[in-house]
């Protein structure tokens, strides 16, 4: 069975702070997928990274920053000097590796709103 | 536009009713994958197609749902008999699995009010 958590329901930040959103996942594959996806109010989950399970190396695309941690099972995402813009919910996702598996498996969310 | 597509973006109907959603997947994307959003909550996972074969089933799928993809292009999703417990957001997604592609793009989904 596959399990993602994210802790943090809700952040509230004020502009230009930096926020980091915390995803912890539970798998039983040796090699799957992690991913995050951003959901602003209009509904539509826009695709903001995937990490490979066997590369560790963490990523750095402008102001988005992901710390991956296999000893930890975490995946956590940290956006620097955030903006209002940045407001929404962002979901962290797993999905095995194998190529005939389907489903990703969602954590609920963590609903980020940068004040201005 | 060549992302992946979804109508209508709203729908109200009232308890009983049937409703069918499409979702039209990128182009040459052969997977094409159905999940339920409730307020709060991720996304979960109700069914997938390889082209126009139903690989996978989630036990949330009850018989009232329907799923199809008859030419391996757009999919549509019916409900019969619309329960209150309905009400959600239904996401498409599409995917070309290969190795370094396999990501799983989302349409801006269809908004379901069951009265």
């Known amino acids: 069975a596959q399990k993602v958590t994210q802790a943090q329901t809700e952040i509230s930040v004020v502009e230009k702070e930096d926020v980091t959103l915390d995803c912890v996942y539970e798998t039983r594959d040796t090699t799957y997928y992690l991913f995050w996806y951003k959901q602003p109010p209009s509904g539509e989950l826009v695709f903001l990274i995937r990490r490979n399970s066997f590369d560790e190396q963490n990523e750095i695309s402008g102001r988005y920053s992901w710390n991956f941690q296999k000893s930890t099972s975490s995946f956590n995402f940290t956006i620097t000097a955030s903006q209002v813009v940045d407001s929404a919910v962002y979901f962290c996702a797993l999905r095995p590796h194998n190529t005939n598996a389907g489903k990703s498996t969602f954590g609920d969310g963590t609903t980020l709103t940068v004040k201005p | 536009d060549t992302g992946v597509s979804q109508n209508p973006r709203h729908k109200i109907t009232k308890r009983g009713q049937n409703v069918t959603f499409r979702c039209d997947p990128i182009?040459?994307?052969?997977?094409l994958y159905w999940y339920r959003q409730t307020l709060g909550q991720g996304p979960e996972f109700l069914t997938y197609f390889q082209n126009e074969a139903q690989l996978e089933k989630s036990r949330l799928l009850s018989d009232r749902f329907s799923a199809e993809r008859p030419k391996g292009s757009f999919s549509t999703l019916e409900i019969q008999r619309t329960e209150q417990g309905d009400s959600a957001m239904y996401l498409c997604?599409?995917?070309?699995?290969?190795?370094?592609?396999?990501?799983?793009?989302f349409g801006p989904g269809t908004r379901l009010t069951v009265l």
């Open positions: 182009s040459e994307h052969n997977r």
């Open positions: 997604a599409s995917t070309l699995p290969g190795q370094g592609v396999d990501t799983q793009y």
